[in-house]
């Protein structure tokens, strides 16, 4: 069955430290990885994606990794600010067919001051 | 600027009533698609595009129906026989060609019973 997992469920840091969210996924065959932030009340958008053959992708602040072999992948946020208090979700998608995203439920991130 | 507007941002829906929400975007894309986002879940497919006049049933299209008259307008209508409709409903394009999943989103539209 194919599913996208992820840890923690809600996390709380204070402001300026670093955190790293984590994706564990059995979706299969593979074809690219997403990271999205979404705030509340908005739609996601999106911070990084990765194909099978990257391990890690930088984007400011956030740099995601995979790990294909292990089906797993992370998003670390360096230096966090209050802006980063959002949901992060995995997103993974499969090679083929039209309706082929699968969607984590998402990691709540709250940064405290 | 270019983008998916979705409206209204709130919405209350009275028993045995149908409601429609408004999907729109001015990215030229040509597939859309409607999710459904409740609290500890991840996004829900209830419909999508590839193209106009025609549209698909995702994992949870019942109760739902949509239309694609134009490339820029997908709409969600919530029908009575949708039970429990109150969600967070997304809207999202994605551009011809993409790297499959690039998906862009609208702000969505909160649904709530009266």
């Known amino acids: 069955k194919n599913q996208v997992e992820q840890s923690p469920q809600s996390l709380i840091i204070l402001e300026g430290k670093n955190c790293t969210l984590q994706?564990?996924?059995?979706?299969?065959?593979?074809?690219?990885l997403r990271w999205y932030k979404q705030d509340t009340g908005r739609g996601p958008v999106s911070l990084t994606i990765?194909?099978?053959?990257?391990n890690t992708k930088s984007n400011g602040r956030y740099t995601a990794t995979l790990d294909a072999d292990t089906k797993q992948s992370s998003l670390h946020i360096t230096a966090s600010q209050l802006s980063d208090s959002a949901s992060y979700i995995c997103?993974?998608?499969?090679?083929?067919?039209?309706?082929?995203?699968?969607f984590g439920t998402g990691t709540r991130l709250t940064v405290i001051p | 600027d270019g983008g998916i507007t979705q409206s209204p941002k709130y919405l209350f829906r009275k028993e045995g009533q149908n409601v429609t929400l408004s999907c729109e975007q001015n990215?030229?894309?040509?597939?859309m698609y409607w999710y459904r986002q409740d609290p500890g879940q991840g996004l829900r497919l209830i419909y999508y595009?590839?193209?106009?006049?025609?549209?698909q049933k995702g994992d949870i299209a019942e109760g739902y129906s949509v239309s694609r008259e134009k490339k820029e307008s997908f709409p969600l209508t919530v029908t009575s026989a949708q039970k429990n409709p109150t969600a967070f409903y997304l809207c999202?394009?994605?551009?011809?060609?993409?790297?499959?999943?690039?998906?862009?989103f609208g702000d969505g539209t909160r649904l709530s019973i009266l």
């Open positions: 999202a394009s994605r551009p011809t060609g993409a790297v499959a999943g690039s998906q862009h």
């Open positions: 994706c564990n996924y059995t979706v299969s065959p593979f074809s690219n």
């Open positions: 990765m194909t099978f053959s990257e």
């Open positions: 997103v993974v998608n499969l090679q083929t067919g039209a309706n082929n995203l699968f």
């Open positions: 990215l030229n894309h040509d597939a």
């Open positions: 595009s590839q193209i106009v006049n025609d549209f």
